[in-house]
Each structure stands twice: as structure tokens, then as C-alpha cells.
């Protein structure tokens, strides 16, 4: 399965490539939380073999050259992407959109889950768009009287609670973070700084 974790919703939750509204993208709100969270689930709950592109204390670290270089000589893995965009992009190399025309292709049969953020997500490439069926918008309260919090920079205690956009449309959050618990298996401050150069074609 292909699960996007984006900024914001969807207007128009029917088109083959989802298209936000940009203007409400919301920033710091627990995107890279959300993907350390379902990841550890999957490696909890159906001990898989994490692979991810940001450090954690549950996961094996990849950069995305080392991810993408190897990604169909693996079986079983789940996948944690974050900001895919740098690295897939609707801009990319043709190199690039022929290795997504074969991962896309082969993801199930090699067992591959992907987990990826975006904070934009029109950036992502258009296949990685299609292909993926389930997106999931975390939105971040504050832990003492649960309001919400737009604040990038804020220190309070949160919780991001998690709302899957499509295909189940927004109702009840599918999942409630504890942002300090979460926390403590990965470093929230680090920056994602590796790139793609140009990953093995098939
Ligand atoms: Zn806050």
C-alpha cells in the first residue's frame, strides 16, 4: 500500500491526481511524527522491516540514493519516506519517472508498503500521486485544553490527532499521537538533507 500523509485537504477528492488547496496548507503540524507513528505500528504490529530516510530508534537509516538503488533486490519492507517531494518530484529527471513507472509496478509484488510526507504535496510526482489510495492530514492541539495550534515554533505539550482524508473522508481521527511519546523515538529536529542523484533504472 502507498499512504500519503499531506498538509492539507483535497478539492476535489474524485480527480485521478488529488489537488489541494494550497492556501490552507498548515506548517509543523506532525507530518514526519505521523509517518515515524505508522511505521512503528508496522513494525510492531506486522513485524515488518522498517526502512526510513530520517533516524529512529526502530528503523534501519537509508539515504534516498541507498533506498531507491536497492529498492527491488528487497522484499517486505515498509518503507517511511519523508519529504518526497525532494526526491520524487513532478519536476523530475526521466530517470527518475522511469524508476517510479517500475517501483509503482512492482511495489506488491515485492511486498513494498511506502509511508511518504509532503509538505507540497502538487511537488510529488504525478505516478506516486495516483498510486497512492490512502491519505491520511495530521492536525496538531495542544495536550492541556486541546485546542488547536498553527504555531511552528510553539513548545507546549500536543497531540497530533490524524484524519484520513481518502478514501474514508473526514470524520473521526484514526489516530491520536502523543507528541512526547512519539517523540522519543526519533529526532524531531533533524533536517532532511540527502538527495538523488539517480536511482538504478529497470
Ligand atoms: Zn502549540
Redesign the pocket.
Known sequence: MMTGIVGKLFTLSTSRSPVPMEDDIMCGNGKTMANAYFCLLDSIDRDRWVITNYHTDFSTYMGAQEIFDEFFERENVTYGITEIQKFLNSLGKTQNKVWVEGAVSQRRKLGADIIWDSQRVMSVDNRIREHTKVYLIPK?F?KHDGTP?F?ED?M?P?FIKVYCDKPLGIIDPIAVIDCEEMGAHYNTNELCLDNLAAPGVR
Open positions: 496538531k495542544h495550534c504555531d510553539c507546549q500536543h
